[in-house]
């Protein structure tokens, strides 16, 4: 913009900053006394003088700094851990990551410290709030969450909502450094310039109340110690959020749209912020407005009834006592003796009936004050005679701070928002995070991580607890159609809701529950399982302790290890197996190669005495064939004939 445009638009936000102070200083003296009253300083000069000059101590009965931490306290038990849940099917695993995110960014800035933070600024002075930026860590962008404390928050006076969502400007006021100041123009301004427009700081002479003011108090610049208070301005122009950084000599920074948008690329104001209570004039106040009148009042009783009683008011006729001043002293004395002259009046009226007075009105004054906005059951009064009754009284007592706490949730809402519109926009590259939600077991989630179809499909097979074998895991990596890369966990891509989760809080009908399950489980050990018992109790690391009770008392690690071991003894009975089967077989081809070599013995030993036969027949038939003729036979003489 041009030197014209650029004086016409600091002259401008600089007006919208006057605005702000001179529109809300009643307010803010309101809320400056709102604290005093929280930190004890509940007495104004004047009654302190007073008590001084008739040298009675200065007591204060502080009913509000009690009251004020059981809020806190209880704000501490209920605190919420933000959710995502997808919007789509296809977004349901990597909604997992986007939750871890947030909780992970959460608790890299320690967030519930600064929600305390703001919880307190709500309940006392009426407003707080937080910016969720981007920080530059080196080469990585970190999202960083910052408490802007109540005396450095200022807004639009014409705002009416709760959440401010329907203000025109936003801002923070800082007092630092002239160096620093120069910093946050960048190193691309001209240094030159910049010095000329914190000098200018130094010349203004604007005024205002004390809440913006440094500590020690300054106007807009000390030329001293070479301070200067810087706003950092957020306002809308044309439906959009601008941000600028201006001091009362001109802009350190220049006005640009805002550089942090929403998933559908809307310019977004970093700075969150909420209030308790909003009067008809829009001024914002907290919880302790409400008792600064019964407050007001304990303190004022205690202190008349403390000075009647320890008063006495004297009713004589003159001359009853030869010196009036000596006698006022004796009867300020507990043995104070006065003569008095004879048969004249003088008679003593003390402030004891005054001083029941008072006591009876201090009593209800504390009564007033003890009923509302907190009441003993928050504060920890055990009287109730059973949990149920406990409960109830709980409820009444937080029935009245449901407004508040409504704002404080919906703050919270908006804060883990912010975090994931930062996340979503900014967290590019592959990052690592590390998730503690098991206090034993650490893990990583990979985000915005490159990784091949292969190794994708090993994951997912390991998270389901199956074991691939190496040559399945080969096989999957060798195959050309599991090289494509995608990207694991891709949070620009993501399309989620975000819902709260109320922190854990000790219910004491659960607990009245839980003890009777325990009296049972005495009385009768059959009845009731152990398992049933654990998980009916509150513990902390219940499944954990359910996880070793399924286990049967062997330590995760042991169990992991021995179920390695099983594997490995299955896999050498397989191959063992494997091994005698082949053996076995084997062993079943020789014995067939042996039978079939013992009947080819056999046949041989058949043909080898077949042609043994054949031979001998052979031969016998060739001898016989040379064997010569027979000679002829005789034929013998009959019997009895001689033959000479």
Same mark, same amino acid.
């Given at each position: 913009?041009?030197?014209?445009?650029?004086?016409?638009?600091?002259?401008?936000?600089?007006?919208?900053?006057?605005?702000?102070?001179?529109?809300?200083?009643?307010?803010?003296?309101?809320?400056?006394r709102d604290?005093?009253?929280?930190?004890?300083? &509940?007495? =104004?000069?004047?009654?302190?003088?007073?008590?001084?000059?008739?040298?009675?101590?200065?007591?204060?009965?502080?009913?509000?700094?009690?009251?004020?931490?059981?809020?806190?306290?209880?704000?501490?038990?209920?605190?919420?851990?933000?959710?995502?849940?997808?919007?789509?099917?296809?977004?349901?695993?990597?909604?997992?990551?986007?939750?871890? =995110?947030?909780?992970?960014?959460?608790?890299?800035?320690?967030?519930?410290?600064?929600?305390?933070?703001?919880?307190?600024?709500?309940?006392?002075?009426?407003?707080?709030?937080?910016?969720?930026?981007?920080?530059?860590?080196?080469?990585?962008?970190?999202?960083?969450?910052?408490?802007?404390?109540?005396?450095?928050?200022y807004?639009?006076?014409?705002?009416?909502?709760?959440?401010?969502?329907?203000?025109?400007?936003?801002?923070?006021?800082?007092?630092?450094?002239?160096?620093?100041?120069?910093?946050?123009?960048?190193?691309?301004?001209d240094?030159?310039?910049?010095?000329?427009i914190?000098?200018?700081?130094?010349?203004?002479?604007?005024?205002?109340?004390?809440?913006?003011d440094?500590?020690?108090?300054?106007?807009?610049?000390?030329?001293?110690?070479?301070?200067?208070?810087?706003?950092?301005?957020?306002?809308?122009?044309?439906g959009?959020?601008?941000?600028?950084?201006?001091?009362?000599?001109?802009?350190?920074?220049?006005? &640009?749209?805002?550089?942090?948008?929403?998933?559908?690329?809307?310019?977004?104001?970093?700075?969150?912020?909420?209030?308790?209570?909003?009067?008809?004039?829009?001024?914002?106040?907290?919880?302790?407005?409400?008792?600064?009148?019964?407050?007001?009042?304990?303190?004022?009783?205690?202190?008349k009834?403390?000075?009647?009683?320890?008063?006495?008011?004297?009713?004589?006729?003159?001359?009853?006592v030869e010196?009036?001043?000596?006698?006022?002293?004796e009867?300020?004395?507990?043995?104070?003796?006065?003569?008095?002259?004879?048969?004249?009046?003088?008679?003593?009226?003390?402030?004891?009936?005054?001083?029941?007075?008072?006591?009876?009105?201090?009593?209800?004054?504390?009564?007033?004050?003890?009923?509302?906005?907190?009441?003993?059951a928050?504060?920890?009064?055990?009287?109730?005679?059973?949990?149920?009754?406990?409960?109830?009284?709980?409820?009444?007592?937080?029935?009245?701070?449901?407004?508040?706490?409504?704002?404080?949730?919906?703050?919270?809402?908006?804060?883990?928002?912010?975090?994931?519109?930062?996340?979503?926009?900014?967290?590019?590259?592959?990052?690592?995070?590390?998730?503690?939600?098991?206090?034993?077991?650490?893990?990583?989630?990979?985000?915005?991580?490159?990784?091949?179809?292969?190794?994708?499909?090993?994951?997912?097979?390991? &998270?389901s607890?199956?074991?691939?074998?190496?040559?399945?895991?080969?096989?999957?990596?060798?195959?050309?159609?599991?090289?494509?890369?995608?990207?694991?966990?891709?949070?620009?891509?993501?399309?989620?809701?975000?819902?709260?989760?109320?922190?854990?809080?000790?219910?004491?009908?659960?607990?009245?529950?839980?003890?009777?399950?325990?009296?049972?489980?005495?009385a009768?050990?059959?009845?009731?399982?152990t398992?049933?018992?654990?998980?009916?109790?509150?513990?902390?690391?219940?499944?954990?302790?359910?996880?070793?009770?399924?286990?049967?008392?062997?330590?995760?690690?042991?169990?992991?290890?021995?179920?390695?071991?099983?594997?490995?003894?299955?896999?050498?009975?397989?191959?063992? &197996?494997? =091994?005698?089967?082949?053996?076995?077989?084997?062993?079943?081809?020789?014995?067939?190669?042996?039978?079939?070599l013992?009947?080819?013995?056999?046949?041989?030993?058949?043909?080898?005495?077949?042609?043994?036969?054949?031979?001998?027949?052979?031969?016998?038939?060739?001898?016989?064939?040379?064997?010569?003729?027979?000679?002829?036979?005789?034929?013998?003489?009959? =019997?009895?004939?001689?033959?000479?």
């Amino acid at each position: 913009m041009t030197e014209s445009d650029n004086q016409i638009g600091h002259a401008e936000l600089l007006q919208q900053f006057r605005e702000a102070d001179d529109t809300s200083r009643t307010a803010r003296e309101l809320s400056e006394r709102d604290r005093d009253y929280y930190d004890g300083k &509940q007495l =104004s000069g004047e009654e302190i003088e007073a008590l001084n000059k008739r040298r009675q101590p200065l007591v204060v009965s502080n009913r509000i700094a009690p009251k004020i931490d059981a809020l806190i306290g209880h704000e501490k038990r209920i605190r919420t851990d933000p959710r995502a849940y997808p919007r789509t099917p296809k977004h349901e695993a990597e909604s997992e990551s986007a939750t871890d =995110s947030i909780r992970y960014v959460c608790d890299a800035n320690r967030f519930s410290q600064i929600r305390s933070s703001v919880a307190e600024n709500l309940f006392i002075e009426g407003a707080g709030g937080a910016t969720v930026t981007v920080k530059a860590n080196g080469d990585v962008l970190d999202v960083v969450i910052s408490n802007v404390p109540w005396d450095r928050f200022y807004w639009d006076p014409h705002s009416r909502k709760r959440d401010f969502s329907d203000a025109s400007y936003l801002g923070v006021v800082l007092w630092m450094d002239e160096q620093e100041a120069i910093a946050l123009a960048g190193p691309d301004a001209d240094r030159s310039d910049v010095e000329l427009i914190i000098q200018g700081c130094y010349s203004s002479t604007a005024s205002s109340g004390d809440t913006f003011d440094d500590r020690p108090q300054f106007v807009w610049g000390d030329l001293k110690r070479r301070r200067v208070r810087v706003l950092q301005h957020r306002f809308k122009r044309n439906g959009e959020w601008h941000t600028a950084i201006i001091c009362g000599g001109g802009f350190l920074r220049d006005p &640009q749209v805002s550089p942090y948008v929403d998933e559908k690329g809307i310019p977004q104001c970093d700075l969150i912020g909420t209030s308790a209570y909003i009067d008809r004039e829009n001024n914002r106040y907290g919880v302790v407005r409400r008792m600064i009148s019964p407050q007001d009042e304990i303190n004022k009783r205690r202190s008349k009834a403390l000075h009647l009683l320890n008063s006495r008011q004297v009713i004589a006729e003159k001359g009853a006592v030869e010196d009036r001043e000596q006698a006022r002293r004796e009867m300020a004395r507990p043995d104070g003796y006065v003569e008095v002259n004879g048969d004249m009046r003088f008679e003593v009226a003390d402030g004891i009936a005054l001083a029941a007075g008072q006591f009876n009105l201090l009593q209800e004054a504390k009564a007033e004050i003890d009923a509302s906005g907190v009441n003993p059951a928050i504060e920890g009064d055990a009287s109730a005679p059973s949990g149920r009754a406990q409960e109830m009284m709980m409820a009444s007592g937080l029935a009245e701070m449901a407004g508040v706490f409504e704002a404080l949730r919906d703050w919270s809402w908006e804060v883990y928002r912010q975090v994931w519109f930062r996340i979503r926009q900014y967290w590019t590259d592959e990052k690592w995070i590390r998730v503690t939600d098991d206090e034993r077991n650490m893990r990583w989630v990979a985000i915005n991580r490159p990784m091949t179809q292969a190794d994708l499909m090993i994951e997912q097979a390991k &998270q389901s607890g199956q074991q691939l074998s190496p040559q399945e895991i080969a096989q999957l990596r060798a195959d050309p159609m599991m090289q494509q890369v995608s990207i694991q966990n891709p949070l620009g891509e993501l399309d989620v809701d975000l819902i709260l989760e109320d922190g854990p809080d000790s219910v004491n009908l659960q607990s009245e529950q839980y003890q009777s399950l325990i009296d049972l489980k005495k009385a009768d050990p059959a009845s009731i399982p152990t398992r049933m018992i654990i998980e009916a109790s509150s513990l902390r690391n219940k499944d954990q302790i359910l996880e070793h009770l399924d286990s049967g008392g062997i330590p995760p690690q042991v169990q992991q290890q021995m179920q390695e071991m099983q594997q490995a003894l299955q896999q050498a009975q397989q191959a063992v &197996q494997e =091994s005698e089967q082949k053996a076995q077989e084997a062993q079943t081809d020789n014995a067939i190669k042996v039978a079939e070599l013992q009947l080819k013995q056999q046949e041989l030993a058949i043909r080898q005495e077949e042609l043994g036969i054949e031979r001998y027949r052979a031969e016998t038939e060739r001898i016989t064939a040379m064997r010569p003729d027979p000679e002829p036979q005789q034929t013998p003489p009959p =019997s009895g004939v001689f033959v000479g």
